[in-house]
């Protein structure tokens, strides 16, 4: 299966990149929206298809990793109690 842009946008999920150069290691999060005007909602975000359309903001390189974000579904947020009696 493969992620497009699109389907990022309607799941919900975020993408980030991050520099691979250890002088630099610029992290950003890229803009679903933006990338959608740019190459089209149908655009794979899979890392083959979509690193070389990205570049590091801060050095210009081209070694970029993609970090995918899933969206906060339910929001299951424990309240710590041992015990459930309650
Ligand atoms: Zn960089």
């Known amino acids: 299966m493969g992620w497009t842009v699109q389907k ?3 799941e ?10 250890t002088q630099c290691f610029h992290f950003g999060r890229l803009d679903l929206a933006m990338l959608k005007a740019r190459l ?3 655009h794979s975000t899979m890392a ?3 690193v070389p ?6 050095c210009g390189g081209k070694d970029v990793g ?3 974000h899933p969206p906060d579904r339910g ?3 424990r309240a710590g109690r041992p015990n459930a009696n309650g």
């Open 48 to 50: 083959p298809d979509l």
């Open 66 to 68: 993609l970090i995918l």
């Open 40 to 42: 089209g909602p149908g």
């Open 75 to 77: 929001r299951e947020l």
């Open 53 to 58: 359309k990205l570049r590091c903001k801060k």
């Open 8 to 10: 990022m946008i309607d």
């Open 12 to 21: 919900g999920y975020t993408l980030g990149a991050a520099c691979s150069r």
